[in-house]
């Protein structure tokens, strides 16, 4: 599976964007989705996901309510919603892809990773 993401750009405290996760694989629909996030000289750590086969969603305490995880299978892709943006927000968004059955805020859920892209804001 080869996730690539886009929309990564720099904006200003308050303002909003949208992330982008394509994914390669024919069975996109079968695969738990996740939004994690690593600021310079820290770890990676989880935003969102949304599972399978039930559709629920999970986030971040930081980014309730301002974060909106979904996914589209019909394209293959799955979204991150960023309203309300500061500056801590700053960092590379991966998404990411896992195929098991297990918690989905932890890195070791999953089994695929795309490259990231850069969310900068700051004014």
């Known amino acids: 599976v080869q996730l690539v993401e886009f929309g990564g750009t720099w904006v200003q405290p308050g303002g909003w964007l949208r992330l982008s996760c394509a994914a390669s694989a024919r069975t996109f629909s079968r695969y738990s989705m996740g939004w994690f996030r690593q600021a310079p000289g820290k770890e990676r750590e989880f935003v969102a996901a949304?599972?399978?086969?039930?559709?629920?969603?999970y986030y971040k305490d930081s980014v309730k309510g301002r974060f909106t995880i979904s996914r589209e299978n019909a394209k293959n892709t799955v979204y991150l919603q960023m309203n309300s943006l500061i500056t801590e927000d700053t960092a590379v968004y991966y998404c990411a892809a896992s195929s098991a059955r297990v918690t989905l805020t932890l890195v070791t859920a999953y089994d695929y990773w795309g490259q990231g892209t850069q969310v900068t804001v700051s004014s």
């Open positions: 949304i599972r399978w086969s039930d559709g629920n969603k």
